[in-house]
């Protein structure tokens, strides 16, 4: 079996202040895991995908995570927010042939 | 590349009636699946395809909602009467082969049930 859990509902940050949102995993076979960003009504976009290859893994927009097997963590991480990252992001764990499953999602809000 | 495309954008029609929503998966993945969103439940899994055959359709709410893949490169969603409760986004989104690769998302049909 396997969870995903992001462990804030809402992130508000200034612009040009560094960005982190937390996710934490639980699976029982080596896992995939992803960071998904939904703008408003639009569908959601991939950021980055972590495959068992290199633990810190860099994505679109700036944005980077990385993998902790011995924390079950992938936080999403950018150095300087800017007005556009304002959305909703989604961890996602797929793992051993079981339903991909998504997280319930983090709301950044990004202030001038 | 052009990505997965869903039909209509928005939709509004009455209880009652009769509503397909459509869903073009990106050419060459062989996984497809149906989504709803909304403020109270989040994003929900309603039903995946691989290779154009159902494998799991547990989160299909009720009897009033069916799906099809008649082929690999187009899907239905259809809601047969509709309900206000139903109105949602809708999204649809393909994967390639490999249960660990990433799934790719339409923009949504947004629905409204009045």
């Known amino acids: 079996a396997q969870s995903v859990t992001q462990l804030d509902s809402h992130v508000s940050v200034s612009e040009g202040t560094p960005v982190l949102l937390r996710c934490n995993y639980s699976?029982?076979?080596?896992?995939?895991l992803f960071w998904y960003v939904q703008h408003p009504n639009k569908g959601l976009q991939l950021l980055l995908k972590?495959?068992?290859?290199?633990?810190l893994v860099k994505g679109i927009n700036g944005f980077e995570a990385e993998f902790k097997k011995s924390e079950t963590s992938f936080h999403l991480t950018k150095p300087s927010a800017h007005m556009s990252d304002a959305a909703e992001y989604f961890c996602v764990v797929s793992a051993g042939g079981f339903k991909t499953i998504f997280g319930a999602g983090t709301r950044l809000f990004v202030k001038a | 590349d052009a990505g997965v495309i869903q039909s209509p954008r928005h939709e509004v029609t009455e209880m009652g009636q009769e509503v397909t929503l459509r869903c073009k998966p990106i050419s060459g993945h062989n996984s497809l699946f149906w989504y709803r969103q909304t403020m109270m439940r989040g994003l929900e899994l309603l039903i995946y395809f691989n290779n154009n055959v159902p494998i799991d359709d547990s989160g299909m709410p009720e009897d009033r909602f069916s799906a099809k893949m008649p082929n690999a490169s187009f899907s239905t969603l259809k809601i047969q009467p509709s309900e206000p409760r139903d109105s949602a986004v809708y999204f649809c989104a393909s994967r390639p082969l490999g249960e660990n690769q990433p799934q790719h998302f339409g923009d949504g049909t947004r629905l409204s049930i009045l």
């Open positions: 972590y495959t068992s290859a290199a633990t």
């Open positions: 699976s029982s076979y080596s896992p995939s």
